[in-house]
């Protein structure tokens, strides 16, 4: 079951991508997500009982299942998974969220938005470098999109493209160089955008080699090489007209390397997947992203986190050559590293994880790349890519290293408070929706470190819970988010409001996420976050203040959200807000697995928990 | 076991049901339903006393249950709690009939009466968490239903935000106890140790002030009356408010002695302050949200003497009267059309003898006139402070029978503004709607009754005193004499009915306006929380923006691209310059090395 629950998405994304232009391809994705989830669900069947026992000279039957098959053994390479309590319902969460963003996809939930972000960049004819639009420029937008309303939208190109200008230093830029090689199929040849933030427009026509980029950063190189897409056309041109296939299969890309992150049972695979899942993260954000900033924050994002796992590898390769075994399972069982090394690990480590996690002050490339990502990509990130963070310093750091997680637990604590009590602080004042939803979650994730980092069985299981609960309620304030943006146009919240008079149930739902977020008893944040403080104050002496920077980070959090309520539903109905449509039936279905988890969670914490109990840590 | 789970089961499904399916019909219907089934459950609970504890969080070396433990009073209470849901939902059904978010507000009304019936019954205090942060959360939602009116959202924020403020205090002050005694289980926390159990301790009556609002967390009180008044009832009457009070009571065993005093300080503060500020209030909600306060003070009074059981008597007491003076206010400010203001607000009594009678009734239990539950209750109170016989004791009992003749005073002044300065005619007699009529009746009937409750009841409650009788008694003459008096002489002098020289506020002074103002607490508390947010927010976002972000993220990169233009312009020289270059390297390579060479 465990190479299933691996390949599924796997194929699924390469089919996607085969028949992106087919009509059904979105069906082929959430078709393979949805398989995905079963083969995940299933895998709790016929599970060992999580007592390890010697056989045959290697430690065996703590993992409920595993597999393993030779790779590269002389780099200590195997491809072996493996699946314990605690992986399990990570692994489920990202299927769940992998299906949701699927068939978000597939319903075109977001249609219009799409459309009103990308007119502006669609809308500009003719080839040819041209510098008068502000930085954007599109060849033949004849895609019958808004020629009545192309004056002013192309205004709005201008000034997005201005705020590009503005907002991206140049100097983090990577240069683009999409290249657009002619001969793609269907639209691409139809529009291509090319936008070069620093230098002003730049038009790649079709068919010609990029022009007038300033040399392409081999970052952005690879990734195109590897995705062996025709650059930044199929994915605007699509977008366009509804959300594109391929970005179902980048989806699926995500979902299969953050599984196999979850199921890495070497430490050699583990780093593989955990690189892995940059790549269609960062296509993601870099493609359909918001156009005024995902550039800059896609590079942020890839270099800032590339740059921790460098060091996390060298950490895995100390481990690696300290005690001759890349196999994860054995290496927790024994005790990890030797303790003369442990805290050297142990910090290498814990620096590649904090920043995916992300842990203050590692955490800069996080609101900037939920802001620019599509919904779905913050979806992901929020609901997924923290956890892979999190779960490797819980799993991967912790185990392997645990005296050095011991000796270095103050500190982690110390930062994670300052993280939760800073974002809180900074979310009291953020001006627009989704960046303060991000901020929310270096916070949240704050929690976690700290109870993580306590050292307690109670902090352990308050910090997975918590971990998994966060993912469940971001993802779903991010989706509501997404179709605030998408409806009203702004995500700001000077120019929000009277969303309960214009769209109750919406503002319904945002409220129950508030609740969600700000750690409402009875909801799943609850749990996470109060035992958090449980286990702070547990160990006493200045654990304690740790404990009251904990629960007072709460009251922040409900502090900004109430803010941010305020602002969104309260009040005169806003011009942006007027008219908006309620919550349509594929955002319900979409949206509801997340409510009723969030509910079911938050009611029946306990077989969670038991589950945690039984994982290998 | 079931009725103990059906008891919370009930309402909460029906209201998070109701929250789903916005039907009206429907609504209606689970609106009178749920606090039906609960009141029938809790009269089970009054029966069975059912105890029982199934886990619901293990999370290793601490359990959190799902454990009810209903004891006798706890079911009175319960009792109390969905009686007055019972009759503000069939209050609502008539008084909300115009309102299209009606459904919501029935569900919302449900969850809060399940939240309630959570607190009174558990018996684990994380578990007693989830109903009391739910409470606030509904709480929020009730109060900012008027989505029209400008102030309602503020004022449900500050109502959650001030109370979750309490709760940080309060979730420490369990987690300490919790950790110290290795259960959360509140029978198992008498044996805690002294040192957590007082740090724990007060952390927890600092939740409890916030939720009860005591002095200093009073300030979310009296905005909250933007909320319908049914909901008005609710959170003074037998919900919210009395919350604060009930766990206190609970808690009582884990007190060490000697901190008894701190509690019977802030009892003795709010009692007092809260009646001058009803005394001076300007409108007939906002009297009525001051007394909650001054009332509760007498609650936490009883908890500072020990004696539980006379604060949960004066709480159901005080459940009753104040849902009828609400439920009445709102029937009063609907017949007389006007926003509430006692300045204009006025009947005659004979425009409506029911709201009349019921009004009267409410305001002579306040005051604590007797037969009425009013008297019995606050008797208990001072009684248990008469005999305790410690500091605290002295304390509350002297600023109870100050905050009597306070009570008196204001709930005369009330009445006197009400109805006894004429009216103008109207054509007919006003209609009560038949759901209002029974509701106003219901609690009538119960506070007239309410006496044998002191006789027959499950409250441990000390003897009636008859020098203590005399004395309250005396108390509350006093404080109908102070405002008659002040009341008779502006009739002498011919001062017109309306005029504001004519209020019995009067004899306050020129203190009158900062107690009108509720000592400007809240305005100072809204200012300065409104100052440091802005400050610290300022100061975070130039840390993590300007600081992390800016500076140390973005400028190593800015750095590192630095370098490589640097290194990239060390390498565009022509013949010369590499020339030069090399030459150098191989210089500087061959020092190093024979450095090294001499070196080792």
């Known amino acids: 079951m465990l190479v299933p629950a691996v390949a599924v998405p796997f194929f699924g994304a390469v089919l996607v991508w085969a028949w992106r232009d087919r009509a059904f391809a979105h069906w082929i994705g959430v078709a393979a997500a949805a398989l995905g989830l079963v083969v995940v669900a299933l895998l709790p069947l016929g599970r060992g009982d999580g007592n390890w026992s010697t056989m045959g000279g290697s430690m065996t039957g703590g993992w409920w299942h595993e597999v393993e098959f030779a790779w590269a053994p002389s780099i200590y390479l195997d491809f072996s998974l493996a699946v314990d309590g605690i992986s399990w319902p990570l692994a489920t969460l990202t299927a769940l969220l992998g299906l949701l963003c699927c068939l978000h996809n597939a319903l075109g939930a977001e249609r219009h938005t799409s459309a009103a972000l990308q007119v502006p960049l669609a809308t500009v004819a003719t080839g040819g470098p041209s510098r008068d639009a502000g930085g954007v420029t599109g060849v033949p937008g004849e895609s019958g999109l808004g020629e009545p309303g192309e004056p002013a939208l192309g205004e709005d190109g201008g000034a997005i493209g201005a705020g590009a200008e503005g907002r991206s230093s140049a100097a983090l830029q990577v240069p683009l160089a999409t290249v657009a090689t002619g001969g793609q199929t269907r639209r691409s040849l139809r529009a291509v955008n090319v936008q070069s933030p620093a230098a002003g427009g730049v038009t790649g026509v079709p068919g010609e080699p990029a022009s007038g980029v300033s040399g392409g950063a081999p970052l952005s190189g690879t990734a195109e090489a590897a995705l062996g897409e025709s650059g930044g056309a199929t994915g605007t041109a699509d977008a366009a007209a509804g959300p594109s296939a391929t970005l179902t299969a980048l989806l699926l890309a995500v979902q299969f390397a953050s599984t196999l992150v979850f199921f890495a049972d070497n430490l050699v695979l583990f780093f593989i997947a955990f690189e892995s899942v940059l790549l269609p993260m960062w296509a993601i954000i870099h493609r359909y992203g918001d156009p005024a900033a995902r550039r800059h924050a896609a590079a942020k994002f890839a270099l800032f986190t590339v740059a921790g796992s460098l060091l996390m590898a060298t950490g895995l390769f100390v481990a690696i050559a300290d005690t001759g075994t890349a196999d994860l399972g054995a290496l927790i069982v024994l005790g990890g590293v030797s303790p003369e090394i442990s805290l050297l690990v142990f910090a290498l480590l814990a620096i590649g994880f904090a920043v995916k996690a992300p842990l203050w002050p590692l955490h800069s490339w996080l609101p900037d790349a939920h802001t620019a990502a599509p919904t779905v990509g913050s979806v992901l990130l929020a609901g997924v890519l923290l956890k892979l963070g999190t779960y490797g310093l819980i799993r991967i750091a912790g185990g392997i290293a645990p005296q050095g997680a011991a000796d270095a637990a103050p500190v982690l604590a110390v930062l994670a408070a300052i993280g939760i009590i800073v974002a809180g602080l900074v979310c009291l004042s953020l001006p627009e929706l989704k960046r303060l939803i991000a901020y929310s979650s270096v916070g949240h994730m704050g929690f976690v470190v700290l109870a993580f980092a306590t050292g307690t069985e109670a902090g352990v299981n308050a910090a997975l819970f918590g971990n998994l609960a966060h993912g469940l309620i971001t993802p779903l304030l991010f989706f509501l988010a997404g179709a605030l943006k998408a409806r009203t146009h702004t995500g700001l919240l000077g120019s929000l409001g009277g969303l309960r008079l214009a769209a109750p149930t919406l503002a319904g739902l945002l409220c129950f996420a508030a609740f969600a977020s700000l750690g409402l008893p009875g909801l799943a944040g609850f749990w996470g976050e109060a035992f958090t403080v449980y286990a702070a104050t547990e160990r006493g002496g200045a654990w304690l203040a740790l404990a009251a920077a904990a629960a007072f980070g709460a009251f922040l959090a409900a502090a900004y959200l109430l803010r941010m309520l305020r602002r969104v539903s309260h009040g005169p109905v806003a011009p942006a807000v007027a008219g908006v449509g309620d919550v349509t039936a594929a955002e319900l279905i979409v949206w509801s697995p997340l409510v009723a988890g969030t509910l079911l969670l938050g009611l029946i914490p306990g077989p969670l928990l038991d589950l945690f109990g039984e994982g290998l840590l | ?600």
């Open chain 2, 1 to 600: 076991m079931t009725t103990g789970l059906l008891l919370i089961g009930f309402p909460a499904a029906t209201g998070l049901a109701g929250l789903v399916f916005r039907h009206r019909g429907l609504a209606r219907y689970f609106a009178l339903a749920a606090p039906v089934v609960g009141l029938y459950m809790a009269a089970m609970c009054a029966i069975m006393n059912p105890k029982f504890a199934l886990t619901l969080a293990d999370f290793g070396p601490i359990r959190v249950d799902l454990a009810l433990e209903v004891s006798g009073t706890a079911a009175a209470v319960a009792i109390a709690t969905a009686f007055v849901t019972l009759l503000v939902q069939a209050y609502s059904v008539p008084y909300l009939r115009d309102d299209p978010h009606y459904p919501a507000f029935a569900a919302q009304v449900n969850l809060f009466c399940a939240a309630m019936l959570l607190v009174v019954t558990a018996d684990d205090l994380v578990f007693l968490l989830i109903g009391w942060e739910v409470m606030g959360a509904c709480s929020y939602l009730l109060i900012a239903h008027y989505a029209k009116l400008p102030e309602a959202p503020g004022a449900a924020a500050k109502a959650f935000l001030v109370t979750r403020f309490g709760d940080v205090a309060f979730v420490l002050g369990v987690m300490i106890l919790g950790a110290a005694a290795g259960s959360f289980r509140i029978g198992e926390l008498a044996e805690v140790p002294d040192g957590p159990a007082a740090a724990g301790m007060l952390l927890i009556l600092f939740g409890c002030i916030g939720k009860s609002a005591q002095f200093p967390l009073q300030i979310w009180l009296p905005p909250a009356m933007a909320g319908p008044t049914p909901v008005s009832a609710l959170i003074h009457a037998a919900t919210m408010v009395a919350a604060g009070a009930y766990v206190l009571t609970r808690l009582i065993p884990v007190w060490p002695a000697h901190l008894l005093l701190i509690v019977a300080i802030v009892a003795a503060v709010t009692m007092i302050g809260a009646g001058l500020c009803a005394l001076a209030a300007r409108d007939l909600k906002g009297v009525l949200a001051w007394s909650t306060v001054s009332q509760v003070g007498f609650m936490f009074a009883a908890v500072a003497v020990a004696a539980g059981d006379a604060a949960l008597f004066h709480l159901v007491s005080h459940a009753g009267f104040k849902a009828l003076l609400f439920l009445t206010a709102g029937v009063v400010i609907a017949i007389a059309g006007t926003n509430g203001s006692l300045r204009t607000t006025r009947l005659r009594p004979g425009d409506s003898p029911l709201a009349f009678w019921a009004m009267t009734i409410g305001l002579a239990s306040m005051a604590g006139l007797p037969p009425l539950g009013g008297f019995y209750s606050k008797e208990a109170v001072l009684g248990a402070a008469y005999e305790a016989a410690t500091p605290a004791g002295v304390v509350v009992f002297w600023a109870g029978i100050v905050a009597s003749i306070l009570t008196a005073a204001y709930a005369a002044r009330l009445w006197l503004l009400l109805f006894w300065r004429g009216a103008p005619a109207r054509d007919e007699r006003a209609v009560v709607p038949s759901g209002e009529a029974f509701s106003l009746w219901a609690l009538m009937i119960v506070i007239l009754a309410f006496g044998g409750l002191y006789f027959a009841g499950p409250f441990l409650l000390p003897e009636l005193h008859l020098d203590l009788m005399s004395l309250l008694l005396l108390a509350t003459l006093g404080g109908f004499a102070v405002v008659a008096d002040a009341w008779w002489r502006g009739h002498r002098k011919g001062v017109p009915a309306m005029d504001g020289e004519r209020d019995p506020a009067g004899v306050l002074g020129r203190a009158r306006p900062a107690m009108a103002a509720g000592f400007y607490a809240e305005r100072l508390a809204g200012k300065g929380f409104r100052a440091i947010a802005r400050t610290a927010s300022g100061a975070a976002r130039v840390l993590d923006e300007r600081l992390v972000d800016r500076t140390a993220v973005e400028g190593s990169a800015r750095a590192t691209l630095a370098a490589a233009e640097d290194t990239a312009a060390g390498h565009r020289g022509g013949l010369v310059r590499y020339l030069r270059l090399s030459a150098a390297g191989t210089l500087l390579v061959t020092a190093v090395a024979i450095g090294v060479s001499l070196w080792s």
